[in-house]
């Protein structure tokens, strides 16, 4: 009996050891081979009460067979006992159905599952419920995804994915970078071919720049003209001079620089309409033009006025930024925009251009409104998702595309320095200005000696 105890003891120990060791050691292989399985069951098990609890069951009037159970008072009840009659008959009832569970499937960081609607129901009941059955599950965070006629994905991750990123942001294809990742897990591309131009907000602190950095260092080594506009008194971006095919420090070289850049759209509108294309892309290769991103740093201060004598100025920054966006799209143009928030308050013109910056990064801001100037009227999820970014964690945004999709995501980590280093290092693939417009160079940032 001893004997077998001590053995009883000694297997559990060692396989508790060995779950251990092969957890420690091969985390990947132990969720697909026993956390997973694990987890899929007690969710399959408990998937009643979960819905039940988050509200998402419904009541059925269904025929089922019962046992009643009827007391009754037998003759000799005076003193105790109550005799039980049971009697088995079919009768209606009510019974609480969960909405159907489809197949769990793992993910590297959780799952992902189907749920069937119940009739009456829509996806917006699931997002509600969804940080309940994150508690439930014991889970980071339950997400619905993919929506389709009568069915939703629910995604759930165990831990925040978000809390390292180690992602390089070159990415080896044109105009396209790799800033970041999502939520689940996979890549954040930033395409500027399908999403030509990028507004990313965020309160001070919350990590503009270092996107600005990532996106820097992604394109540096492509063929791609940089220009940046910098009215913090270039302090962001003169460090990245070398890779810079223009850099504007005051708002006077900004209005010029962007005089320069309509002038090109309406030489690239003509080369196309001459050769018969619709867009820089189904141009020949020989005659298509450089690509020029224009990397705006705070974009409140071009609109800001200090007096009336600023006011042309500000006037004439709204209107050809407004044109480069409208145009830039089509004609190898794009633009990307940072600021604490970028709102009608600015001046006019400010929201036309927000509407022309499809592609939208909030991270962490300061009031509500900001982040719903920003996402626009997306689902509240991506509002409240915005909203709850905390400050201890800089880099972390809600990012939406075109298509309204939205994900939680964060930037990888990119110093000054090694943004720095990217533009030393590709400064030999910076287009001169006066060649990107075709005409003598308005400001060709000077090159630091150190370089
Ligand atoms: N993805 C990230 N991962 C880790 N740290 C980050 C990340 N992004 C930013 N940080 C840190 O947060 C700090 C602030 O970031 P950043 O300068 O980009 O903010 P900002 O939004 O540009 O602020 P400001 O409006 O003051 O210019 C930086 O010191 C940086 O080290
Ligand atoms: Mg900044």
């Known amino acids: 009996m001893g004997d077998t105890l001590t053995l009883a003891l000694g297997v559990l120990t060692v396989g508790a050891v060995g779950l251990g060791a092969w957890r420690r050691w091969h985390p990947a292989s132990f969720w697909y081979g026993v956390g997973f399985p694990s987890r899929a069951a007690l969710v399959y098990l408990t998937w009643r009460h979960v819905a039940s609890g988050c509200g998402l069951t419904r009541h059925r009037r269904r025929w089922r067979w019962t046992l009643d159970a009827v007391p009754i008072v037998g003759p000799a009840a005076r003193g105790a006992a109550t005799v039980v009659e049971q009697k088995r008959r079919v009768r209606r009832v009510d019974v609480e159905r969960a909405p159907r569970l489809g197949v769990l499937r793992p993910t590297r960081l959780g799952w992902r599952m189907r749920v069937r609607l119940h009739d009456g129901q829509v996806p917006a009941d699931y997002e509600r419920a969804a940080e309940g059955i994150a508690h439930a599950w014991r889970v980071h965070s339950v997400r619905v995804v993919d929506v389709r006629p009568g069915v939703v994905t629910l995604w759930a991750t165990m831990r925040d994915p978000l809390t390292t990123v180690t992602v390089t942001p070159e990415t080896g294809e044109l105009l396209t970078v790799r800033p970041g990742k999502l939520e689940n897990g996979a890549d954040w591309v930033i395409n500027l071919r399908t999403v030509p131009h990028w507004l990313i907000a965020g309160a001070t602190q919350s990590g503009k720049s270092n996107l600005a950095n990532?996106?820097?260092?992604?394109?540096?080594?492509?063929?791609?003209?940089?220009?940046?506009?910098?009215?913090?008194?270039?302090?962001?971006?003169?460090?990245?001079?070398?890779?810079?095919?223009?850099?504007?420090?005051?708002?006077?070289?900004?209005?010029?620089?962007?005089?320069?850049?309509?002038?090109?759209?309406?030489?690239?509108?003509?080369?196309?309409?001459?050769?018969?294309?619709?867009?820089?892309?189904?141009?020949?290769?020989?005659?298509?033009?450089?690509?020029?991103?224009?990397?705006?740093?705070?974009?409140?201060?071009?609109?800001?006025?200090?007096?009336?004598?600023?006011?042309?100025?500000?006037?004439?920054?709204?209107?050809?930024?407004?044109?480069?966006?409208?145009?830039?799209?089509?004609?190898?143009?794009?633009?990307?925009?940072?600021?604490?928030?970028?709102?009608?308050?600015?001046?006019?013109?400010?929201?036309?251009?927000?509407?022309?910056?499809?592609?939208?990064?909030?991270?962490?801001?300061?009031?509500?409104?900001?982040?719903?100037?920003?996402?626009?009227?997306?689902?509240?999820?991506?509002?409240?998702?915005?909203?709850?970014?905390?400050?201890?964690?800089?880099?972390?945004?809600?990012?939406?595309?075109?298509?309204?999709?939205?994900?939680?995501?964060?930037?990888?980590?990119?110093?000054?320095?090694?943004?720095?280093?990217?533009?030393?290092?590709?400064?030999?693939?910076?287009?001169?200005?006066?060649?990107?417009?075709?005409?003598?160079?308005?400001?060709?940032?000077?090159?630091?000696?150190?370089?």
Not at 366 to 373: G, H, R
Not at 386 to 406: F, K, Y
């Open 214 to 451: 990532a996106v820097i260092k992604g394109l540096a080594p492509q063929p791609v003209a940089l220009v940046g506009f910098d009215l913090k008194g270039g302090v962001e971006f003169t460090p990245y001079a070398p890779r810079l095919s223009a850099l504007a420090t005051t708002r006077a070289e900004c209005v010029a620089l962007l005089g320069d850049l309509v002038a090109e759209l309406e030489e690239r509108m003509v080369l196309c309409r001459e050769a018969g294309a619709r867009n820089v892309w189904t141009l020949p290769e020989g005659l298509r033009p450089v690509p020029v991103v224009l990397l705006v740093d705070e974009v409140a201060e071009l609109f800001l006025m200090a007096d009336k004598s600023e006011k042309d100025q500000v006037a004439k920054t709204a209107t050809a930024l407004l044109r480069v966006a409208q145009l830039g799209r089509a004609f190898g143009v794009h633009l990307i925009v940072c600021g604490q928030r970028i709102g009608s308050d600015l001046g006019p013109g400010v929201t036309a251009l927000r509407a022309q910056l499809s592609g939208r990064v909030c991270h962490r801001v300061n009031d509500p409104e900001t982040a719903s100037m920003t996402l626009g009227d997306l689902n509240p999820a991506a509002l409240e998702a915005a909203r709850a970014i905390p400050a201890e964690t800089p880099g972390v945004c809600v990012t939406a595309g075109q298509d309204g999709t939205w994900h939680r995501a964060r930037s990888v980590y990119v110093s000054e320095a090694q943004a720095e280093q990217a533009a030393r290092d590709h400064a030999h693939l910076t287009p001169d200005w006066s060649a990107v417009v075709g005409s003598a160079p308005v400001t060709r940032p000077a090159v630091p000696e150190a370089a």
